[in-house]
């Protein structure tokens, strides 16, 4: 279980071998850039978690997907899912979910 997406995404790159260095240019972005990112200094945009998400092999509904159970219900795209939403507006979905997130993760870090 992951705490963060930081958090997730330093597990999943390990898992697949990569440096930071790696990772960062497969993404177009700086490793002090990703170093805030795994470490929840830096919120991630919409293009970099498709980035990521691409780098790790993975799909971006994967990445973002909350591994704890008792969050499960707070997920948007879950939500409509269940109520049979097609799976190319659930991608859509699960974008401004992830831009949403980033809104709050900057807030946060901005207060401090």
Do not use: P
């Not at 898992?15 to 990772?23: L, N, P, R």
């Not at 799909?59 to 973002?64: N, V, Y």
């Not at 992830?98 to 709050?104: G, H, K, S």
């Amino acid at each position: 279980m992951f705490k963060t997406i930081g958090d997730k995404i330093a597990n999943l790159r390990k898992e697949v071998g990569m440096t930071q260095q790696q990772m960062a240019e497969s993404v177009g972005i700086s490793r002090s850039s990703l170093v805030k990112i795994e470490n929840s200094q830096r919120a991630i945009s919409l293009e970099e978690g498709d980035a990521i998400s691409k780098a790790l092999g993975i799909s971006l509904d994967s990445l973002l997907a909350n591994e704890n159970s008792g969050n499960e219900e707070k997920s948007f795209a879950k939500a409509f899912k269940a109520k049979g939403m097609n799976d190319n507006n659930l991608a859509e979905i699960a974008k401004f979910e992830l831009l949403f997130d980033a809104l709050i993760t900057q807030e946060l870090i901005y207060r401090g």
